[in-house]
């Protein structure tokens, strides 16, 4: 296998990962009535993310989202070509996980909070980052740009910046455990358009209408990924000296 084929494996197989099990607590919270529930859903996206971070991060970078290859590639660290291939393999890998995580759950019979998995997939719309009228477009692209802020300046202090500590995806993990502690109830705390991507193709019917909410997941965590990668390149990584 070619190198550039087994980063693609990586990023798809890690998306996958992410959007599967982190999905999967949204729903399964409300097939159950209300376990595991808002830390649950936190620590399995949040656990999720640094299990795949740390065992892909080695190969492909560990990129796992669209927002992060968009700020590396910005930041010159990765060609344009490379960038469109990986956002490919994590959109398909989190669409295949979409998919599977809708056809598993409407399979399920009535659980302990007397809903079947099906009505649970749809009264959640499969675990799909979204935000109700209260709320404006641009409030949530500032929230998700402020959250992806934080996850790219953790993903450049702990992965990129050579003189991170070596605790692989512990610390990029974490910060989506916390920023969806602070945020989720409220925007949905994407931070990752692939992991919002592949839950409204999965949830068919059920999510049809959230597109109209989709460029909110993208624009604002792009941005806020973008920012975390030039301040960071610019404030806090060593610039070679001049001659």
């Known amino acids: 296998m070619s190198d550039q084929a ?3 494996t990586c990023e798809l197989i890690g998306t996958f990962a992410l959007t599967f099990i982190g999905a999967g607590a949204i729903v399964t919270t409300k097939w159950t009535g209300g376990e595991p529930g808002l830390v649950g859903i936190a620590l399995a996206h949040g656990v999720i993310l640094a299990i795949v971070v740390s065992a892909t991060m ?12 968009i700020a590396l590639w910005a930041t010159g660290r990765i060609k344009l070509a490379g960038a469109v291939a990986y956002i490919i393999a994590q959109c398909a890998g989190a669409t295949l996980a979409g998919v599977l995580l809708s056809m598993a759950f409407h399979s399920i019979n009535v659980g302990p909070a007397g809903m079947t998995g099906s009505a649970a997939a749809n009264a959640s719309m499969l675990g799909t980052p979204n935000f109700g009228p209260s709320l404006s477009a641009g409030t949530v692209v500032l929230l998700e740009g402020l959250l992806t802020f934080l996850l790219g300046f953790a ?3 702990t992965a990129v910046d050579k003189r991170a500590p070596n605790i692989g995806g512990f610390g990029i993990g974490l910060t989506v455990f916390v920023d969806i502690l602070a945020c989720g109830p409220i925007t949905g705390a994407a931070m990752n358009p692939a992991r919002t991507l592949g839950t ?4 068919g019917p059920a999510t049809a209408g959230l597109w109209g909410q989709h460029w909110v997941y993208w624009v604002g965590p792009v941005a806020g990924a973008c920012l975390a990668a030039f301040v960071y390149d610019a404030m806090i990584l060593k610039q070679p000296t001049r001659v």
């Open 6 to 8: 087994r980063n693609l």
């Open 200 to 203: 409204l193709i999965g949830g």
């Open 155 to 157: 993903v450049f202090g």
């Open 58 to 69: 080695n190969i492909s970078g560990g990129h796992i989202n669209p927002a992060v290859t």
